[in-house]
C-alpha cells in the first residue's frame, strides 16, 4: 500500500525518529519468520510426501485448534462471566486463581497427564487427540478467560441494567446481552489459544499426533528434508497471520463495542446455593484440571525422587533469561504498538509481520535466525556463535516469537488514549519523541507492565529456541525439564518442570489480580 | 545496535548476579570473547543429544583425570547439527556426540566429522560399532527389544521381530512414532539386511496388528503393555531395566508385568546401536578431542557407565551391570552402521507409506 492511500488521515505518517524505531524494531522482529518464509518459497518441492505431510498435519492441527480451541473458549468465557457478573462463595479468590493454569507449559501438561494415565491416577484416560485437545482447552482457557473478563469488566453497566429491569432471566442476560457485547474480547482471546495450539510441539509429540507443528519435525528429522520442514513451516506462518487478522479484527470492533468509560459497579447476581455449588465447582474443577492436579502428581514423583538435583542454577538461569529476554522484547514491542496506534493503516503491517512468529514453533524461528547468522557469517559480518553472538541470537529468536504477546497488551492499553490527545499535543509542538514519553509510554504503563508479565512467562516456558541457540554449559529449568522428559525420566524431569510452574505463578498471578484495576475508574 | 545493546544489558545483568563463568566473560566484544573463552585452560566444546546425568559424571572424571574440562551444549541431534552446520568452520564444537549412529552418520554426510583412526580406538571399539572411515566411534550400546505381558505371551511367541506382524498378535501391537530415531534405525537395518520390499512388507504388518495409533516415549510402550492395551511392543533395553530399578513403586509394578527377549536369536542377532561420538570437522581443538574420545572406551570410563546406566559397555570384555549380565549374552545383529544413516530417509518413507504414523 502507498502511503498516498491515506492522505485525509489527520495524523499521515511521517519519517520521525519513532517511526524509524519501529520500524527497526519491525524489521528485528519479523525477520526470522520472513527468513523462513522466503527458504520456504525457494525450497523446490521434490519430496513428494511433503504434499501428504502438510495435509496430515493441517487436518491434525485443524481438529487441535477447532476441538481444543472451542474448549478453551467455553470454560474460559463461561468462567469470566461467572466471576465478573456473578456473586457466589470465593469469587474473589477464582477471579485471579482462575488464571494459574497459564503458568503451566503445555508439553509439562502432558508428560503429567501421560504419566498420571498409565499409573490410574487420571480420573480420565488422557491421551490420543482428545487428550491433547483436553489438556489445551484446560491449560489455554485463561486466554479467553483473561481477555473475556476484560471485556465483560468493560461493559456498560446501563445497558445490563436495562436488560434486567425488562425482567431478562441472568442466562438470558449473558446469551442476549453480555455474550455479544464481550464477543470481540473472547475471541481475540480464542486466536490467542488457536496460535498457543498452533505452535505447540512438545504434547502434541508426545501423544504421538500429527500436526503442522509434528511435521515440520517430522521432515526434518526422520526424512532428512529441512526443505520441506521449511515449507510446512511457511504454511504454519500463513495460518498464524490468519489468526492474528481474526484477532486484530475483533479488538478492532473491541474499541466501540459498547464499551463505557465511565465507572459504576457492575450489576453482580447473586447465585442460590445450588448455583453457587455449580460455580464453584466449575471454577475448581477448571484450576484443578489445568494446573493443580497434574502438578501435584508431578509433586508427588519429586518426592519419590530423593536426589537432591543441581536445581538452583538452572533457575537463576531461567530467571536472569527471561528478564533480559523480556525487556529486550517489551522494549521491541512497546515501539512496533506505538507507531502502529499513531501511524494509519498502514502502520497496522508491522502488527502483523511481528505477530508472524507467534504460532510457529519455537524451533523454527531459530532456525530462521540461524539461516540469517549464517548468511551474515558467510558474509563475512560476524564470527562463530560465541557466548556473546548465541545469546544475541537467542534474545532476538525470544522478541520474533513472543513479541506479538507483548505488542498485544500495549495495543489495547493504547486504544483507550483518545486520538485527540496525540493530536492536540501536536498542534501544540509536541515532538514526536516527547509525545511518545509523555503521553503513550504514561497512558501504556499499566499496559506495559502486563506485557512483561506475559513475556516472562512464555520465555520462562520457552524450550525450543533456547535448547539450539543458548551457550555452552548453560541449562535453564525449562532445558531440564525437557532434557529428562526427552529421556524418558519423568522422576527426574519432575522437579524442574514444578520449579518452571512455580516461577510463573507469582507473575501470573500479579497479572490476573490487576486486570479488575485496569477498568475505568476502579480502585483497590 | 541490538546485539551491543544485549550484550549490555546481558553484562549488567550477569554481573548482577553470581553466575558468571568463562563462557559468558562480560562486555567483551563478540570475536575478543570467542578468543578468550580459552582463558588458558584446557577444556574442549562438546555438542552432545545425550542427555545423561552419567555423562555429566563422566565428564567430571576426564577433568579429573586429564585436567581437560568438558564444556557441553545438549540438544537434539538434529538442531545440533543445523547449528554446526550455520556456524560452518567457526563452529565452537570439538567434538559431536549422539545416541543414535543414523544421527552421526547424518553429520558425517553433512561433512562435519573429520576422519579420526588411532591404534587405542581401532583395539578397543569392535568393528561393526563404529564408522569404516573412522568419522565416528561407539562407545555405549544398546538393544532394541521385544517385550511382552507375562499372563497373555510365552516368550518363544515373541522370538522374532517377524513374530509381530502375524495374525497371532491381531490387534494386540503398539508401537512408539515412527519419527523416533530409532524406530527408523530398526527399519534402516532391515532394509540393509532383506531390502526395501521385505522392509515395507513387514512394516506394514506390524502395523496392521496396532492396537491403537502409535504414541508416547518407549517407556509408555512398557506401561501399555503393562495396562493390557496390547499384548507385545518394541523398546530399548535399558528403558526397560531403569524401570526396574525404578524409584517408583508404580514403574516397577509395572515392569513385573511384562517380560523381555532379545529377538531373532536363531536368525540375524537383535538389532542394536550405538552412543558414539567423532571429532568435527573443524574443530579447534583436534588432539583434546581424540584424547576425549579415547578416554569414552578407556577401562575407567567403560567400567564407570556400565553401573550408572543401564547400556552395554562397548567393549565386550566389559561386565554390564549386574541385572544386564544376568540377561545373558546375546547375539547382536552384524551390519555397518553407517546403514542406519544411508537408509534412514527410505525407512521414514516406508512407514509414511504404511500407515504407520
Given at each position: 500500500m502507498s502511503l498516498a492511500a491515506t492522505p485525509s488521515r489527520t495524523n499521515a505518517p511521517r519519517l520521525d525518529g519513532v517511526a524509524i524505531a519501529a520500524g527497526l524494531a519491525t524489521l528485528i522482529c519479523a525477520a526470522p519468520a520472513i527468513a523462513v518464509l522466503a527458504l520456504a518459497l525457494t525450497q523446490n518441492a521434490h519430496a513428494e510426501f511433503g504434499a501428504a505431510l502438510i495435509a496430515n498435519g493441517a487436518i491434525g492441527t485443524m481438529t487441535l485448534v477447532l476441538a481444543g480451541g472451542a474448549?478453551?473458549?467455553?470454560?474460559?468465557?463461561?468462567?469470566?462471566?461467572?466471576?465478573?457478573?456473578?456473586?457466589?462463595?470465593?469469587?474473589?479468590?477464582?477471579?485471579?486463581?482462575?488464571?494459574?493454569?497459564?503458568?503451566?507449559?503445555?508439553?509439562?501438561?502432558?508428560?503429567?497427564?501421560?504419566?498420571?494415565?498409565?499409573?490410574?491416577?487420571?480420573?480420565?484416560?488422557?491421551?490420543?487427540?482428545?487428550?491433547?485437545?483436553?489438556?489445551?482447552?484446560?491449560?489455554?482457557?485463561?486466554?479467553?478467560?483473561?481477555?473475556?473478563?476484560?471485556?465483560?469488566?468493560?461493559?456498560?453497566?446501563?445497558?445490563l441494567e436495562a436488560a434486567r429491569m425488562l425482567g431478562a432471566s441472568p442466562l438470558r442476560v449473558f446469551w442476549r446481552v453480555a455474550l455479544p457485547l464481550a464477543r470481540p474480547g473472547i475471541a481475540a482471546g480464542a486466536a490467542l489459544a488457536c496460535m498457543e495450539i498452533a505452535a505447540d510441539?512438545?504434547?502434541?509429540?508426545?501423544?504421538?499426533?500429527?500436526?503442522?507443528?509434528?511435521?515440520?519435525?517430522?521432515?526434518?528429522?526422520?526424512?532428512?528434508?529441512?526443505?520441506?520442514?521449511?515449507?510446512?513451516?511457511?504454511?504454519?506462518?500463513?495460518?498464524?497471520?490468519?489468526?492474528?487478522?481474526?484477532?486484530?479484527?475483533?479488538?478492532?470492533?473491541?474499541?466501540?463495542?459498547?464499551?463505557?468509560?465511565?465507572?459504576?459497579?457492575?450489576?453482580?447476581?447473586?447465585?442460590?446455593?445450588?448455583?453457587?455449588?455449580?460455580?464453584?465447582?466449575?471454577?475448581?474443577?477448571?484450576?484443578?484440571?489445568?494446573?493443580?492436579?497434574?502438578?501435584?502428581?508431578?509433586?508427588r514423583l519429586a518426592v519419590l525422587h530423593a536426589d537432591v538435583q543441581d536445581i538452583a542454577r538452572p533457575f537463576m538461569n531461567s530467571?536472569?533469561?527471561?528478564?533480559?529476554?523480556?525487556?529486550?522484547?517489551?522494549?521491541?514491542?512497546?515501539?512496533?504498538?506505538?507507531?502502529?496506534?499513531?501511524?494509519?493503516?498502514?502502520?497496522?503491517?508491522?502488527?502483523?509481520?511481528?505477530?508472524?512468529?507467534?504460532?510457529?514453533?519455537?524451533?523454527?524461528?531459530?532456525?530462521?535466525?540461524?539461516?540469517?547468522?549464517?548468511?551474515?557469517?558467510?558474509?563475512?559480518?560476524?564470527?562463530?556463535?560465541?557466548?556473546?553472538?548465541?545469546?544475541?541470537?537467542?534474545?532476538?529468536t525470544y522478541a520474533a516469537r513472543f513479541s506479538a504477546a507483548g505488542v498485544g497488551p500495549i495495543d489495547a492499553g493504547l486504544a483507550r488514549l483518545s486520538k485527540g490527545l496525540d493530536a492536540s499535543a501536536r498542534t501544540l509542538g509536541a515532538g514526536s519523541w516527547r509525545r511518545f514519553a509523555a503521553i503513550d509510554l504514561p497512558i501504556a504503563a499499566p499496559s506495559l507492565a502486563a506485557a512483561a508479565l506475559i513475556l516472562f512467562v512464555e520465555i520462562l516456558k520457552e524450550l525450543p529456541a533456547t535448547l539450539i541457540l543458548r551457550p555452552f554449559n548453560f541449562d535453564t529449568l525449562a532445558i531440564k525439564a525437557y532434557s529428562y522428559a526427552s529421556d524418558e525420566r519423568l522422576l527426574d524431569a519432575a522437579a524442574p518442570s514444578l520449579l518452571v510452574f512455580l516461577a510463573g505463578l507469582a507473575p501470573i498471578i500479579i497479572l490476573a489480580r490487576n486486570i479488575e484495576r485496569g477498568r475505568a475508574g476502579a480502585h483497590s | 545496535?541490538?546485539?551491543?545493546?544485549?550484550?549490555?544489558?546481558?553484562?549488567?545483568?550477569?554481573?548482577?548476579?553470581?553466575?558468571?563463568?568463562?563462557?559468558?566473560?562480560?562486555?567483551?566484544?563478540?570475536?575478543?570473547?570467542?578468543?578468550?573463552?580459552?582463558?588458558?585452560?584446557?577444556?574442549?566444546?562438546?555438542?552432545?543429544?545425550?542427555?545423561?546425568?552419567?555423562?555429566?559424571?563422566?565428564?567430571?572424571?576426564?577433568?579429573?583425570?586429564?585436567?581437560?574440562?568438558?564444556r557441553a551444549l545438549t540438544g537434539s541431534a538434529e538442531q545440533l547439527l543445523e547449528r554446526m552446520k550455520a556456524e560452518g568452520d567457526q563452529t565452537e564444537a570439538d567434538v559431536f556426540i549422539s545416541a543414535d549412529a543414523g544421527n552421526l552418520w547424518k553429520v558425517k554426510d553433512a561433512g562435519l566429522f573429520q576422519n579420526v583412526t588411532t591404534p587405542t580406538l581401532q583395539e578397543k571399539v569392535p568393528e561393526h560399532l563404529r564408522d569404516p572411515d573412522g568419522a565416528f566411534w561407539g562407545f555405549t550400546k544398546r538393544a532394541r527389544i521385544i517385550v511382552y505381558r507375562k499372563d497373555a505371551v510365552r516368550p518363544e511367541e515373541v522370538a522374532t521381530m517377524d513374530a509381530l506382524g502375524t495374525a497371532r498378535f491381531r490387534s494386540q501391537i503398539v508401537m512408539r512414532s515412527s519419527s523416533n530415531v530409532y524406530q527408523l534405525s530398526t527399519l534402516a537395518a532391515r532394509i540393509e539386511r532383506l531390502g526395501a520390499e521385505n522392509a515395507r512388507a513387514w512394516a506394514a504388518a506390524v502395523r496392521g496388528n496396532f492396537a491403537h495409533d502409535p504414541q508416547g516415549s518407549d517407556t509408555d510402550q512398557i506401561k501399555a503393555v503393562a495396562a493390557g492395551e496390547a499384548q507385545a511392543s518394541v523398546c530399548n533395553h535399558y528403558y526397560y531395566f531403569r524401570m526396574v530399578r525404578s524409584e517408583d513403586p508404580a514403574d516397577r509394578a509395572v515392569v513385573e508385568k511384562v517380560g523381555f527377549v532379545f529377538p531373532d536369536q536363531a536368525g540375524a542377532g537383535t538389532h542394536i546401536n550405538i552412543s558414539g561420538g567423532g571429532v568435527t570437522a573443524h574443530a579447534k581443538r583436534r588432539d583434546l578431542g581424540v584424547q576425549f574420545l579415547e578416554y569414552l572406551v578407556s577401562d575407567e570410563a567403560q567400567t564407570m557407565l556400565a553401573p550408572l546406566n543401564t547400556e552395554f559397555p562397548i567393549r565386550p570384555e566389559i561386565a554390564p551391570a549386574p541385572d544386564l549380565a544376568a540377561a545373558g549374552a546375546f547375539k547382536e545383529e552384524n551390519i555397518p552402521l553407517d546403514a542406519l544413516g544411508r537408509h534412514q530417509a527410505e525407512a521414514a518413507r516406508i512407514f509414511e507409506e504404511v500407515g504407520w504414523s
Amino acid at each position: 500500500m502507498s502511503l498516498a492511500a491515506t492522505p485525509s488521515r489527520t495524523n499521515a505518517p511521517r519519517l520521525d525518529g519513532v517511526a524509524i524505531a519501529a520500524g527497526l524494531a519491525t524489521l528485528i522482529c519479523a525477520a526470522p519468520a520472513i527468513a523462513v518464509l522466503a527458504l520456504a518459497l525457494t525450497q523446490n518441492a521434490h519430496a513428494e510426501f511433503g504434499a501428504a505431510l502438510i495435509a496430515n498435519g493441517a487436518i491434525g492441527t485443524m481438529t487441535l485448534v477447532l476441538a481444543g480451541g472451542a474448549g478453551a473458549v467455553v470454560f474460559g468465557a463461561v468462567a469470566a462471566w461467572l466471576v465478573t457478573l456473578c456473586n457466589f462463595p470465593g469469587r474473589s479468590i477464582f477471579e485471579w486463581a482462575l488464571a494459574i493454569p497459564l503458568a503451566a507449559p503445555s508439553y509439562i501438561l502432558a508428560y503429567a497427564y501421560a504419566s498420571m494415565t498409565w499409573a490410574g491416577g487420571s480420573p480420565i484416560p488422557v491421551n490420543g487427540v482428545w487428550g491433547a485437545a483436553f489438556i489445551y482447552a484446560v491449560g489455554l482457557y485463561p486466554y479467553v478467560y483473561l481477555a473475556a473478563r476484560a471485556a465483560f469488566a468493560s461493559q456498560s453497566a446501563c445497558a445490563l441494567e436495562a436488560a434486567r429491569m425488562l425482567g431478562a432471566s441472568p442466562l438470558r442476560v449473558f446469551w442476549r446481552v453480555a455474550l455479544p457485547l464481550a464477543r470481540p474480547g473472547i475471541a481475540a482471546g480464542a486466536a490467542l489459544a488457536c496460535m498457543e495450539i498452533a505452535a505447540d510441539y512438545g504434547a502434541a509429540q508426545h501423544f504421538g499426533l500429527t500436526t503442522l507443528s509434528t511435521a515440520v519435525f517430522r521432515a526434518w528429522y526422520a526424512h532428512g528434508e529441512p526443505g520441506v520442514a521449511l515449507q510446512i513451516s511457511g504454511v504454519l506462518l500463513v495460518a498464524a497471520m490468519l489468526f492474528l487478522f481474526i484477532e486484530r479484527s475483533a479488538r478492532g470492533r473491541a474499541s466501540y463495542a459498547g464499551g463505557s468509560s465511565r465507572w459504576r459497579p457492575l450489576p453482580r447476581y447473586t447465585l442460590n446455593v445450588a448455583a453457587s455449588m455449580l460455580a464453584v465447582g466449575f471454577c475448581v474443577a477448571l484450576i484443578l484440571f489445568g494446573a493443580l492436579l497434574p502438578l501435584l502428581w508431578l509433586a508427588r514423583l519429586a518426592v519419590l525422587h530423593a536426589d537432591v538435583q543441581d536445581i538452583a542454577r538452572p533457575f537463576m538461569n531461567s530467571i536472569v533469561f527471561s528478564t533480559i529476554g523480556t525487556i529486550v522484547t517489551l522494549a521491541l514491542a512497546a515501539a512496533i504498538a506505538v507507531a502502529a496506534r499513531r501511524a494509519s493503516s498502514w502502520g497496522k503491517t508491522p502488527l502483523f509481520a511481528a505477530g508472524m512468529g507467534y504460532a510457529a514453533p519455537g524451533a523454527v524461528i531459530a532456525l530462521g535466525a540461524l539461516s540469517l547468522f549464517g548468511l551474515a557469517r558467510e558474509a563475512g559480518w560476524v564470527s562463530g556463535l560465541g557466548a556473546g553472538l548465541s545469546l544475541a541470537a537467542l534474545f532476538w529468536t525470544y522478541a520474533a516469537r513472543f513479541s506479538a504477546a507483548g505488542v498485544g497488551p500495549i495495543d489495547a492499553g493504547l486504544a483507550r488514549l483518545s486520538k485527540g490527545l496525540d493530536a492536540s499535543a501536536r498542534t501544540l509542538g509536541a515532538g514526536s519523541w516527547r509525545r511518545f514519553a509523555a503521553i503513550d509510554l504514561p497512558i501504556a504503563a499499566p499496559s506495559l507492565a502486563a506485557a512483561a508479565l506475559i513475556l516472562f512467562v512464555e520465555i520462562l516456558k520457552e524450550l525450543p529456541a533456547t535448547l539450539i541457540l543458548r551457550p555452552f554449559n548453560f541449562d535453564t529449568l525449562a532445558i531440564k525439564a525437557y532434557s529428562y522428559a526427552s529421556d524418558e525420566r519423568l522422576l527426574d524431569a519432575a522437579a524442574p518442570s514444578l520449579l518452571v510452574f512455580l516461577a510463573g505463578l507469582a507473575p501470573i498471578i500479579i497479572l490476573a489480580r490487576n486486570i479488575e484495576r485496569g477498568r475505568a475508574g476502579a480502585h483497590s | 545496535m541490538l546485539l551491543r545493546n544485549v550484550r549490555n544489558i546481558f553484562s549488567e545483568a550477569a554481573l548482577s548476579f553470581p553466575l558468571s563463568r568463562r563462557g559468558l566473560v562480560l562486555g567483551a566484544s563478540a570475536t575478543a570473547l570467542s578468543a578468550c573463552v580459552g582463558g588458558g585452560d584446557k577444556f574442549i566444546n562438546v555438542y552432545t543429544a545425550r542427555h545423561y546425568d552419567a555423562d555429566r559424571a563422566l565428564y567430571a572424571a576426564f577433568q579429573e583425570a586429564t585436567g581437560i574440562e568438558i564444556r557441553a551444549l545438549t540438544g537434539s541431534a538434529e538442531q545440533l547439527l543445523e547449528r554446526m552446520k550455520a556456524e560452518g568452520d567457526q563452529t565452537e564444537a570439538d567434538v559431536f556426540i549422539s545416541a543414535d549412529a543414523g544421527n552421526l552418520w547424518k553429520v558425517k554426510d553433512a561433512g562435519l566429522f573429520q576422519n579420526v583412526t588411532t591404534p587405542t580406538l581401532q583395539e578397543k571399539v569392535p568393528e561393526h560399532l563404529r564408522d569404516p572411515d573412522g568419522a565416528f566411534w561407539g562407545f555405549t550400546k544398546r538393544a532394541r527389544i521385544i517385550v511382552y505381558r507375562k499372563d497373555a505371551v510365552r516368550p518363544e511367541e515373541v522370538a522374532t521381530m517377524d513374530a509381530l506382524g502375524t495374525a497371532r498378535f491381531r490387534s494386540q501391537i503398539v508401537m512408539r512414532s515412527s519419527s523416533n530415531v530409532y524406530q527408523l534405525s530398526t527399519l534402516a537395518a532391515r532394509i540393509e539386511r532383506l531390502g526395501a520390499e521385505n522392509a515395507r512388507a513387514w512394516a506394514a504388518a506390524v502395523r496392521g496388528n496396532f492396537a491403537h495409533d502409535p504414541q508416547g516415549s518407549d517407556t509408555d510402550q512398557i506401561k501399555a503393555v503393562a495396562a493390557g492395551e496390547a499384548q507385545a511392543s518394541v523398546c530399548n533395553h535399558y528403558y526397560y531395566f531403569r524401570m526396574v530399578r525404578s524409584e517408583d513403586p508404580a514403574d516397577r509394578a509395572v515392569v513385573e508385568k511384562v517380560g523381555f527377549v532379545f529377538p531373532d536369536q536363531a536368525g540375524a542377532g537383535t538389532h542394536i546401536n550405538i552412543s558414539g561420538g567423532g571429532v568435527t570437522a573443524h574443530a579447534k581443538r583436534r588432539d583434546l578431542g581424540v584424547q576425549f574420545l579415547e578416554y569414552l572406551v578407556s577401562d575407567e570410563a567403560q567400567t564407570m557407565l556400565a553401573p550408572l546406566n543401564t547400556e552395554f559397555p562397548i567393549r565386550p570384555e566389559i561386565a554390564p551391570a549386574p541385572d544386564l549380565a544376568a540377561a545373558g549374552a546375546f547375539k547382536e545383529e552384524n551390519i555397518p552402521l553407517d546403514a542406519l544413516g544411508r537408509h534412514q530417509a527410505e525407512a521414514a518413507r516406508i512407514f509414511e507409506e504404511v500407515g504407520w504414523s
